[in-house]
């Protein structure tokens, strides 16, 4: 399994930036994908996730109304769309994917690096 994030660079506050992460080796049927982030100095933690089959998607409650999770089935890319973008979302981003049926994502992506300037 291969997980390619992608997107992360410098950006004003109150931009937007969109992360990618291309997915490959297996099937993501049965898979949530989602995205972490990791500040300096800081544990890393949950931002958002999507349910492959079915799309129902999940957000912490520190992006919800600014970040959009979303998925291509075709080029089995997900999508981390964030605007009104703020210097305490600057981070490490990293992409993730676990089986419905497991507690912990097993597999992760590269980080890219996303800087949020005042």
């Known amino acids: 399994v291969q997980l390619q994030a992608s997107g992360g660079g410098l950006v004003q506050a109150g931009g937007s930036l969109r992360l990618s992460c291309a997915a490959s080796g297996r099937s993501f049927s049965n898979h949530f994908l989602g995205w972490f982030r990791q500040a300096p100095g800081k544990e890393r933690e949950f931002v958002a996730a999507i349910r492959w089959s079915g799309g129902i998607t999940y957000y912490a409650d520190s992006v919800k109304g600014r970040f959009t999770i979303s998925r291509d089935n075709a080029k089995t890319t997900v999508y981390l769309q964030m605007n009104s973008l703020k210097p305490e979302d600057t981070a490490v981003y990293y992409c993730?994917?676990?089986?419905?049926?497991?507690?912990?994502?097993?597999?992760w992506g590269q980080g890219t690096l996303v800087t949020v300037s005042s």
């Open positions: 993730a994917a676990r089986h419905s049926y497991a507690q912990e994502y097993a597999y």
